[in-house]
C-alpha cells in the first residue's frame, strides 16, 4: 500500500516550486491564486527569497503547503494514496492533496494558522530544543520534573524528539538531559514553543478558521498527528486538526501505525527529504522514495 506523506516547517528553500511554477500552466495558475489569497507575491519569496524571509513564520507555511500541493495536483493521476499523513503543518497539505480541503480553502487555513502562530511566539518569549539518543519517556519524565512549561513536542523517530516550552524551562531541560546522558540538546532555530500548553490563543484562532470551513471526506484515511491512527470523518478531522496546535506531533506512532494497516511505500511530497530520512529510521525495511511528475 502506498503512503504520501507531507512536510512540516523546515522544509523551505529559495527557489522551491519554480520548476512547477515554469513546466505546468496549471501550477502557475495554482502559484498566481496563491498571491491573490494572501496579498503578497509569496511565490517571488518563494523563487528568490533569502533564507531569513523564507523563515519567517508567515511565509514558511504557506510556501511549504504551496510547493506540496501543487506538486500533487501536478502528479494527476500518479497520486493515487492508500492513506495520507503530514508533520504538522504538513497535515493541512495531505488534506488538501486528499480532497478534504480546497486549495483556496486550505491555503486560508494556513495563513491563519501561520499569524495565529506568529503572534502567540509574540506573547510570550519561548522555544524549542532537540533532544538526540535518549529514549522518549526518560525525556519525558525529566520535562515533567522541570519546573516551567516544558513538554514533549515532536516525536520525529527513535532517539529523536523535540521538546517545546517556556525558555529558562527548556534549558534547564537540556541542561538535565546532558547530565543523563542526551548525546545532543540543542536548541532550535525556531520563533517560539509549537506543539506546547504555550500555543493556546493560535489554537483558539484557528479553532474559528476551522469551524467555519467546510471539509469533504478524503480520498483515503490521514493518520493525524494527535491521534497516529486512520480517520475519514469530517468532524474528528477537524477536531484533531485544532488541537495539534497545543499537542505533540505523534510522528514515530503514526508511521508505525500506518506500517501496521499495510503501508509498504512512503512517497513524500513537498519541498525537502526530511520525512524519508525519519522514517528509514522508524522502520529500516520500509521503501520510502521522493514524490514527482511523470514524465
Not at 512512503?266 to 514527482?292: C, H, M, N, W, Y
Request: aromatic share 6%.
Amino acid at each position: 500500500m502506498k503512503a504520501y506523506v507531507f512536510p512540516g516547517q523546515g522544509a523551505q528553500f529559495t527557489g522551491m516550486g519554480k520548476d512547477l511554477y515554469d513546466t505546468y500552466p496549471a501550477a502557475k495558475e495554482l502559484f498566481l491564486k496563491a498571491d491573490e489569497i494572501l496579498g503578497f507575491e509569496i511565490s517571488k519569496i518563494m523563487f528568490e527569497g533569502t533564507a531569513e524571509e523564507l523563515k519567517e513564520t508567515k511565509v514558511t507555511q504557506p510556501a511549504i503547503f504551496i510547493h506540496s500541493v501543487v506538486l500533487a495536483k501536478m502528479m494527476g493521476d500518479d497520486f493515487a494514496p492508500d492513506m495520507v499523513a503530514g508533520h504538522s503543518l504538513g497535515e493541512l497539505s495531505a488534506l488538501t492533496a486528499a480532497g478534504a480541503l480546497t486549495f483556496e480553502d486550505g491555503l486560508k487555513i494556513v495563513s491563519k494558522r501561520a499569524l495565529a502562530m506568529q503572534a502567540a511566539c509574540e506573547h510570550q518569549a519561548s522555544t524549542m530544543a532537540a533532544i538526540i539518543g535518549m529514549a522518549d519517556e526518560d525525556v519525558e519524565k525529566v520535562c515533567k520534573d522541570v519546573e516551567g512549561v516544558v513538554v514533549a513536542a515532536n516525536y520525529n523517530c527513535p532517539g529523536q524528539l523535540v521538546i517545546s516550552g517556556a525558555i529558562p524551562a527548556v534549558e534547564k531541560a537540556c541542561e538535565i538531559l546532558k547530565e543523563k546522558g542526551a548525546k545532543r540538546a540543542l536548541i532550535l532555530p525556531v520563533g517560539g514553543a509549537f506543539h506546547s500548553p504555550l500555543m493556546e490563543p493560535a489554537r483558539e484562532e484557528l479553532a474559528k478558521a476551522i469551524e467555519s470551513t467546510e471539509f469533504n471526506k478524503p480520498m483515503c484515511p490521514i493518520y493525524q498527528n494527535v491521534t497516529t491512527f486512520a480517520v475519514e470523518n469530517t468532524d474528528d478531522i477537524k477536531t484533531n486538526l485544532i488541537y495539534q496546535l497545543t499537542a505533540p506531533v505523534k510522528w514515530t506512532q503514526s508511521i508505525q501505525e500506518m506500517i501496521k494497516d499495510g503501508a509498504t511505500e512512503f512517497i513524500e511530497v513537498g519541498p525537502g527529504k526530511a520525512l524519508q530520512g525519519l522514517i528509514k529510521k522508524i522502520d529500516r525495511s520500509t521503501t520510502v522514495i521522493q514524490g514527482s511528475v511523470a514524465e
